[in-house]
């Protein structure tokens, strides 16, 4: 950052620039939004870019209930809850076990764990379908949250083992002498201490799996188990010339993440980049 | 050293028991790891050298036909592999550089921050199938915006079928991509912008140095480390890019923006060629390795990981 202060022109031209490139990205959102609300004549008639004439928020639940989006969503809500506390759980255990429990074995362990983030999903497809078919889980919560946890877990392991290093090794002594025992260091102190990764990885997972496609297309072939994802573009297909419908349903599907976004933007932001840069 | 005794104690028991302790904290881990991830990844390689269509019981060995077909014979292939190298060219240009572009312009205190930092970082946390749906609405050659706007602005030639026209089809879908995609390079480079101090731009300054030279000898090289970490990520990103561009145009027209990922579901689950989508897999598999195994060397020797 410079010292000097720009000169107002140059500052001008900053936020001319800056304003113009907003505008342009919000105007996916905004034009969506216009055609959610308008009704199928009004879509017809009016020019693109007025406002609706008349707000047509039944769009919205008919996209909810009829369109199923409604459904879509509980699904997404349900498997993203149990999924990502019990996938930081997991790798949380196994970070532990990485750099609190002495294991000579530490490093090669995390290399062969880190290995798995090379490889891409579509090179487990196959195997895990038939292993899915065999044992009766496709289609099913369990079936596709352990395929979920599976993946997640080099990154978390990584993001965890790396934060878990930089807790010092007095805290596990003191521990020892207050007469704590593994278990009792692992969930009294080491996670509480381990808030900020944690709080991060939940951010980061939660994200990656609420918008998840490939697997939930390829393990989940019911509709009624359909995520948001695998069902907006099924979605999509049947209400493919209702427009409005349609723009109804997308929105729906963008606004808990709006929220969210705007509830927790700061953390989204440091979470991606603190975990990047490792 | 134990201070408070355990059962544990005793004799040899107590050997085995501290050995078995991380095993025992490991082993969900590393089950599921190994059903989900370790094995399937073992086993699709096996596949990757016979012809099988999923259902029947026996399978035919090929050797390492299915990869000779596919460099040879499959010009989907091709043209998919070709798609990748364009995406990833794009991406490394126009992502890179715009999001490099956004964060300059953000790095300073200006009002109102926080509120384009976060217009232009939402995107990306949307899933590529509501982007893809977004714009091909965008898109629709009667109703979209892109169309619509072109007419209204007078330049109702230049309409046409985006998505539906193999010769824009790819860059209509990248464009949608970058929407969505340059928030991320931005925050990293936002992120390494501010760890730069101001002491060399003050010497710089009183040296009498123009801005651009200021950007070209001082940030771009301290840059660097940031840049390592968002190219990497980038061409990782494009080579294994799939969501987007199956939910805009499903791979087509004509095979047109057929990219690797996409081209390998459509050979395993369309058309139950397990052997050559699974051969498919491992070029990703291959390339992927190109890229990541590079950098993790390079980060590993300068940080500490």
């Not at chain 2, 028991?13 to 969900?28: D, E, H, S, V, Y």
């Not at chain 2, 714009?135 to 706007?149: H, I």
């Not at chain 2, 390494?192 to 009498?208: K, N, S």
Request: aromatic share 14%; hydrophobic share 55%; proline share 5%.
């Amino acid at each position: 950052m410079e010292i000097r202060q720009p000169s107002w022109p140059v500052q001008a031209l900053r936020y001319g620039v800056l304003i113009v490139l907003a505008v342009i990205f919000l105007v996916p959102i905004v034009f969506i939004a216009f055609t959610a609300l308008k009704s199928r004549s009004d879509l017809l008639t009016s020019p693109f870019y007025a406002l609706p004439e008349k707000f047509q928020w039944g769009n919205f639940a008919k996209a909810w209930n009829q369109g199923k989006m409604g459904m879509y969503m509980k699904n997404t809500a349900l498997i993203s809850v149990i999924k990502v506390p019990l996938g930081i759980l997991v790798e949380a255990l196994a970070a532990f076990a990485l750099t609190r429990l002495n294991f000579k074995w530490s490093n090669a362990m995390f290399a062969f764990f880190l290995i798995g983030m090379m490889i891409p999903m579509q090179a487990t497809l196959v195997p895990l379908n038939i292993f899915l078919n065999k044992t009766h889980l496709v289609s099913t919560y369990p079936g596709i949250i352990l395929i979920y946890i599976g993946f997640g877990i080099p990154f978390g392991i990584l993001i965890l083992r790396g934060f878990f290093r930089t807790i010092p090794k007095e805290i596990d002594e003191a521990a020892l002498i207050d007469g704590c025992g593994d278990i009792g260091k692992f969930f009294r102190v080491i996670l509480p201490l381990s808030m900020p990764a944690i709080a991060t990885l939940v951010i980061l997972d939660f994200m990656a799996t609420w918008n998840e496609f490939l697997l939930a297309q390829i393990f989940i072939t019911k509709d009624s188990m359909r995520t948001i994802t695998t069902g907006l573009l099924s979605f999509r297909g049947e209400h493919s010339t209702d427009y409005t419908l349609m723009n109804a349903g997308v929105l729906l599907s963008i606004i808990p993440i709006l929220v969210v976004y705007l509830l927790f933007q700061k953390y989204f932001v440091s979470g991606l980049t603190g975990s990047v840069k490792g | 050293m134990k201070i408070a005794p355990t059962r544990f104690d005793k004799g040899e028991n107590r050997m085995t028991a501290r050995a078995l302790k991380p095993w025992l904290f490991l082993l969900p881990a590393l089950t599921i790891y190994l059903i989900v991830i370790f094995v399937p990844s073992l086993y699709t390689f096996y596949l990757s050298f016979f012809k099988w269509n999923g259902v029947a019981a026996d399978k035919v060995f090929v050797g390492l036909d299915n990869y000779a077909d596919l460099i040879l014979h499959d010009s989907v292939f091709a043209r998919a592999l070709k798609n990748n190298l364009l995406w990833t060219a794009g991406s490394l240009i126009l992502m890179i550089g715009i999001g490099l572009m956004l964060a300059l312009l953000l790095n300073k205190r200006i009002k109102g921050r926080i509120v384009f930092r976060g217009i232009f970082y939402f995107p990306y946390v949307l899933s590529g199938v509501i982007v893809a749906t977004s714009w091909a609405w965008m898109y629709n050659p009667t109703q979209g915006f892109v169309n619509k706007l072109l007419e209204t602005i007078g330049l109702e030639s230049w309409t046409r079928a985006w998505l539906a026209d193999p010769e824009t089809a790819l860059y209509a879908v990248f464009i949608a991509a970058l929407w969505q995609g340059v928030g991320q390079p931005m925050v990293l480079f936002l992120a390494g912008l501010q760890t730069i101090p101001h002491d060399p731009y003050e010497a710089a300054v009183l040296d009498g140095a123009k801005p651009y030279q200021s950007f070209w000898y001082i940030t771009f090289p301290l840059l660097r480390e940031t840049l390592v970490i968002v190219v990497a990520t980038t061409m990782i990103a494009s080579m294994k890019v799939y969501d987007i561009i199956y939910a805009m145009t499903g791979g087509g027209p004509a095979e047109s923006t057929q990219v690797l990922s996409s081209w390998m579901y459509y050979q395993t689950f369309k058309f139950a060629n397990i052997g050559t989508g699974s051969a498919i897999s491992f070029f990703l598999v291959l390339i992927t390795m190109v890229v990541i195994i590079p950098y993790v060397y390079y980060t590993t020797k300068r940080s500490h990981l």
